[in-house]
């Protein structure tokens, strides 16, 4: 730290190296403001020569009573889109992200704003300004999501230009987007396939050139993993002994674990030792990732699988499995890595709607029960549900009693009628049939099982 007595002000920077989860590393410059007394920063250059170079800049503007935030740029009304751009991109925000984020906003940045808007000063934007470059990208065909793309990069640069300059206006922010670009309904159809169908489509994928092609697929429908978060796997990244998989590689740019089930493991288990990659061939290279998606569809075709198929419908499966499964929409949004449930919600609600009624525990309770009521044990010619149905229906009546009382009441009400409906015809033995006893308790009426539900 440089400490240093300008007549009344005291002077105080120092440099600090700064290494972004990108990866890059830039220097910092660090300040004292002498009259609000909190510390400030700004970047100082990709060198700790560079910085040292502007951080006698940052003490010279100091002594003279200057805001060092405004060296860089200059004065302030004739910053341009450009070169607001350029400082964008050794912006902590930028340099913190991953590496194809970067890749693609960077790509963003060039063809959409810098070839159109470079010259611009920020300060002559205003709203109408923006709105109309917009609308000149729809009318050259671009797509919503790519102008809100664009929209989203144009936000971010009005936030930059506001901490050069306090007090100023994001005009980008102020743009009414959804009023003039509303969200339609998707035209392409999410497609996703059964439990059966997979297992059709990894007989063909078995018999395809593509030799990771049967690895890749078996792996995706069975952990829900993008494309290329699966090709960016590293074996260092399972963790086989606790059963989880951490994603670091993700479209979001935030990891997460997931758990590795059975058949994703017996999936990429033979893989081991080819690389330090799950998915490389013998030879040790890694597959392109345009390499799997013709050998996929063919595979698809040559055994009657109408759909579309791509990789990313692979994803699709695993989310739709599992809700219909019986897992809630909050746990498939976290093992897909969404950034926000409604994202879930808006892909499988549409495709699961009558799945989605029942409450989770509801649905898993029932469904398990019913498969095992179709293979329980017969007693006296009638089917007797074993031990485990009566479980799972007793910890689904603890969760919600008035269940139980909807059930014991409805029961009671058929009781009761059958009872004013031929009670005294008589039996060729001269019994009678269907006579329910007067004495006997209303409440003695419900079958034993649902009385010692409810007394648990």
Same mark, same amino acid.
């Given at each position: 730290?440089?400490?240093?007595?300008?007549?009344?002000?005291?002077?105080?920077?120092?440099?600090?190296?700064?290494?972004?989860?990108?990866?890059?590393?830039?220097?910092?410059?660090?300040?004292?403001?002498?009259?609000?007394?909190?510390?400030?920063?700004?970047?100082?250059?990709?060198?700790?020569?560079?910085?040292?170079?502007?951080?006698?800049?940052?003490?010279?503007?100091?002594?003279?009573?200057?805001?060092?935030?405004?060296?860089?740029?200059?004065?302030?009304?004739?910053?341009?889109?450009?070169?607001?751009?350029?400082?964008?991109?050794?912006?902590?925000?930028?340099?913190?992200?991953?590496?194809?984020?970067?890749?693609?906003?960077?790509?963003?940045?060039?063809?959409?704003?810098?070839?159109?808007?470079?010259?611009?000063?920020?300060?002559?934007?205003?709203?109408?300004?923006?709105?109309?470059?917009?609308?000149?990208?729809?009318?050259?065909?671009?797509?919503?999501?790519? =102008?809100?793309?664009?929209?989203?990069?144009?936000? =971010?640069?009005?936030?930059?230009?506001?901490?050069?300059?306090?007090?100023?206006?994001?005009?980008?922010?102020?743009?009414?987007?959804?009023?003039?670009?509303?969200?339609?309904?998707?035209?392409?159809?999410?497609?996703?396939?059964?439990?059966?169908?997979?297992?059709?489509?990894?007989?063909?994928?078995?018999?395809?050139?593509?030799?990771?092609?049967?690895?890749?697929?078996?792996?995706?429908?069975?952990?829900?993993?993008?494309?290329?978060?699966?090709?960016?796997?590293?074996?260092?990244?399972?963790?086989?002994?606790?059963?989880?998989?951490?994603?670091?590689?993700?479209?979001?740019?935030?990891?997460?674990?997931?758990?590795?089930?059975?058949?994703?493991?017996?999936?990429?288990?033979?893989?081991?030792?080819?690389?330090?990659?799950?998915?490389?061939?013998?030879?040790?290279?890694?597959?392109?990732?345009?390499?799997?998606?013709?050998?996929?569809?063919?595979?698809?075709?040559?055994?009657?699988?109408?759909?579309?198929?791509?990789?990313?419908?692979?994803?699709?499966?695993?989310?739709?499995?599992?809700?219909?499964?019986?897992?809630?929409?909050?746990?498939?949004?976290?093992?897909?890595?969404?950034?926000?449930?409604?994202?879930?919600?808006?892909?499988?609600?549409?495709?699961?709607?009558?799945?989605?009624?029942?409450?989770?525990?509801?649905?898993?309770?029932?469904?398990?029960?019913?498969?095992?009521?179709?293979?329980?044990?017969?007693?006296?010619?009638?089917?007797?549900?074993?031990?485990?149905?009566?479980?799972?229906?007793?910890?689904?009546?603890?969760?919600?009693?008035?269940?139980?009382?909807?059930?014991?009441?409805?029961?009671?009400?058929?009781?009761?009628?059958?009872?004013?409906?031929?009670?005294?015809?008589?039996?060729?033995?001269?019994?009678?049939?269907?006579?329910?006893?007067?004495?006997?308790?209303?409440?003695?009426?419900?079958?034993?099982?649902?009385?010692?539900?409810?007394?648990?």
């Amino acid at each position: 730290m440089s400490d240093e007595t300008v007549g009344l002000l005291t002077i105080q920077t120092y440099l600090y190296k700064k290494r972004h989860r990108g990866g890059a590393v830039t220097w910092v410059v660090r300040w004292r403001s002498p009259v609000t007394g909190k510390w400030r920063a700004v970047a100082g250059g990709k060198t700790k020569a560079e910085a040292m170079l502007f951080e006698a800049k940052v003490r010279n503007e100091l002594a003279k009573g200057n805001d060092p935030q405004l060296l860089k740029m200059g004065a302030v009304a004739e910053l341009t889109i450009s070169a607001l751009i350029d400082e964008f991109y050794e912006h902590s925000r930028f340099l913190g992200s991953s590496e194809g984020w970067r890749v693609e906003n960077r790509r963003r940045l060039e063809q959409y704003v810098r070839a159109y808007l470079g010259s611009i000063p920020y300060s002559e934007l205003t709203v109408d300004s923006v709105l109309k470059h917009y609308i000149g990208f729809r009318d050259l065909g671009r797509s919503r999501a790519t =102008i809100h793309k664009v929209h989203t990069l144009m936000c =971010i640069l009005g936030d930059l230009y506001l901490e050069f300059r306090p007090g100023a206006v994001n005009v980008a922010r102020r743009v009414p987007f959804g009023k003039y670009f509303p969200k339609r309904a998707p035209k392409r159809e999410i497609n996703f396939l059964t439990p059966e169908e997979l297992e059709v489509l990894y007989g063909g994928c078995s018999r395809a050139r593509q030799r990771l092609l049967l690895p890749l697929v078996k792996f995706l429908t069975n952990t829900g993993l993008r494309r290329s978060e699966a090709l960016n796997l590293k074996w260092t990244d399972i963790d086989q002994a606790n059963g989880f998989i951490q994603v670091r590689e993700s479209k979001t740019g935030r990891s997460r674990n997931i758990p590795i089930e059975t058949a994703a493991w017996d999936a990429i288990s033979h893989l081991q030792g080819r690389g330090l990659y799950v998915f490389t061939y013998r030879d040790g290279s890694r597959p392109d990732k345009a390499s799997f998606r013709e050998p996929l569809k063919l595979a698809a075709k040559k055994v009657g699988i109408k759909k579309r198929i791509d990789l990313h419908t692979l994803r699709h499966s695993y989310g739709s499995n599992k809700i219909r499964a019986g897992f809630g929409l909050k746990k498939v949004s976290m093992l897909l890595g969404h950034s926000d449930i409604q994202m879930t919600a808006g892909v499988y609600t549409h495709l699961l709607d009558g799945d989605l009624r029942l409450p989770d525990y509801e649905a898993r309770v029932f469904d398990k029960a019913s498969n095992q009521l179709n293979s329980g044990e017969k007693v006296n010619g009638t089917e007797r549900a074993p031990q485990a149905v009566l479980e799972s229906l007793g910890d689904l009546l603890k969760r919600q009693p008035e269940v139980l009382e909807r059930i014991e009441g409805e029961l009671n009400r058929i009781i009761a009628a059958a009872k004013t409906v031929n009670t005294t015809e008589a039996d060729e033995s001269g019994s009678k049939r269907n006579e329910i006893p007067e004495t006997q308790p209303k409440g003695d009426r419900a079958p034993l099982l649902l009385r010692s539900l409810k007394k648990d």
